[in-house]
């Protein structure tokens, strides 16, 4: 497996390990869910936390399995984060480096999400044409407002995490790390001090209002057509 799990008192660490960018590939996505099973089954088990090894939390779906059966076989990235959502003990992201695609969109899934200052955070799909397809339409612009999330969505442009962090009202980042090197043992900390809250918040429970709707979504579908003109991709996202 390529996410690997341990136990820290009453904390479950579930840790990607997928060099260069701990892709999302189905190696991975087994063992998130298997440790997700791991955790939820454990008693002594309170709080869990996900991160990524090296110098990524993750960079999203692992480009080795683009176009091959691996990439839409059972736990995909919907239901990997479908399992978030059903779960039943906090999850807290420990977020640096990249958080991109895919790592976001888990990020998302998530109860929690704590973020190490430095990280770059992007839904860069739009840029091979593609939608963020687990979610990211849906869930980012419920943490950071519509118009800053549909400006990340159709421009795939990664943007730092003190910037999203400074949003007012932004619901992204539940905590700020001081640095890379403490994100891990903050994350853990602060699994322990929400182990006990409930119900588990949710992004996909969260609302998603604009005081213009309609007149907003009318004006960035004329912008993205004129900007993007013959590629499709960033005209689906508004939609």
Do not use: W
Not at 112 to 121: I, N
Not at 160 to 188: H, N, R, V, W, Y
């Amino acid at each position: 497996m390529t996410a690997e799990y341990k136990v820290d008192g009453a904390i479950a660490v579930i840790t990607l390990n997928n060099p260069p960018v701990n892709g999302l590939g189905l190696s991975t996505r087994r063992g998130i869910v298997e440790g997700l099973d791991k955790a939820y089954s454990d008693p002594a088990v309170k709080a869990i936390v996900i991160t990524g090894a090296g110098k990524a939390f993750s960079g999203g779906a692992d480009i080795n399995e683009f176009g091959k059966e691996e990439a839409y076989r059972e736990p995909h990235l919907v239901s990997l984060i479908n399992s978030l959502d059903q779960g039943s003990k906090p999850v807290v992201a420990a977020i640096h480096t990249v958080c991109m695609g895919g790592g976001l969109e888990l990020a998302l899934g998530c109860n929690y999400r704590v973020a190490a200052p430095g990280t770059l955070v992007a839904l860069p799909e739009v840029k091979l044409g593609l939608l963020p397809g687990a979610g990211g339409t849906q869930r980012l612009p419920r943490v950071l407002g519509v118009e800053t999330a549909l400006n990340m969505i159709v421009s795939g442009e990664p943007v730092k995490s003190e910037l999203l962090a400074s949003i007012p009202g932004q619901k992204l980042f539940d905590k700020m790390a001081a640095s890379a090197e403490t994100l891990l043992d903050e994350a853990k900390a602060f699994a322990l001090e929400v182990a006990d809250k409930r119900p588990l918040p949710r992004v996909r429970d969260l609302p998603c209002k604009h005081p213009q709707g309609d007149a907003y979504f009318q004006f960035a579908r004329n912008m993205v057509k004129g900007m993007a003109k013959n590629y499709p991709a960033p005209a689906r996202c508004v939609d």
